[in-house]
């Protein structure tokens, strides 16, 4: 009796680890494989972001302020200086300054059997452009066209479309307006995001340069906008 009383106490200790192996397999620890360097670069993009909107809100309330202070017709020049100044971050005019010319092209340009062609993927365009942005880019364009918050950039029959219109294969330029060229050069020449592009087969050369973009050409649909009651307006 008592062999049949350890042999079944080995069984049934034998039957929770093995319970217990088969619950950890099919729920394994997740565990943040990053390293240090690239928490700290994500913690230091969120920290950018969060600064930008700090500045757009510090800037729209003190617009608020001088509207409500102001005469009338002071009201109506602020308001279309307004509207000017929104049109230009919209994207919706022409913009020159100093910045940086991108030129994006293929590393083997062609072989025996012929030229190499390697196409911009969308993911990885909508990649570099949020990475410009990260650091310091205030204005793009890539091959004339203005890239904005809502610029779609999409894949239709293997080619890549920014704003509906199809984008070359490379080598293609994309230009670039920051307020430091300098700073944002930095941060890109070292972004991990050259080596996905390698991988396509594409190397990324930057140059200084003083860049004019286009504006923003394609029409948008404001038929959801809807006027806004004016009663309680200004009211603090």
Do not use: C
Request: charged share 25%; hydrophobic share 40%.
């Amino acid at each position: 009796m008592p062999r049949k009383i350890t042999v079944a106490s080995i069984g049934l200790i034998a039957g929770f680890m093995l319970a217990i192996l088969i619950q950890t397999k099919q729920n394994p620890e997740i565990r943040d494989t990053r390293d240090l360097w690239e928490i700290r670069s994500e913690l230091r993009k969120q920290q950018m972001v969060q600064n930008e909107l700090y500045g757009e809100i510090t800037e729209a309330e003190q617009i608020i302020r001088s509207y409500q202070s102001e005469s009338n017709a002071t009201k109506l020049q602020t308001l279309q200086e307004s509207v000017e100044l929104l049109k230009e971050k919209a994207g919706m005019t022409e913009v020159e300054g100093e910045g940086l010319v991108i030129t994006i092209e293929p590393i083997f340009k062609g072989t025996e059997m012929g030229p190499v062609y390697t196409d911009i993927q969308p993911s990885l365009l909508t990649r570099f452009i949020n990475e410009l942005y990260t650091y310091g880019a205030t204005d793009i364009a890539v091959e004339n066209e203005r890239v904005i918050q809502i610029s779609p950039i999409r894949q239709v029959n293997d080619y890549t479309y920014v704003n509906g219109r199809r984008i070359s294969s490379p080598p293609i330029q994309i230009k670039v307006l920051a307020e430091d060229p300098e700073r944002l050069l930095n941060y890109m020449e070292i972004s991990p995001l050259l080596d996905y592009f390698a991988v396509e087969n594409l190397n990324i050369s930057f140059e200084f340069s003083i860049v004019n973009l286009p504006e923003f050409h394609v029409p948008m649909d404001l038929h959801w906008l809807q006027p806004v009651d004016d009663e309680g307006v200004g009211e603090s």
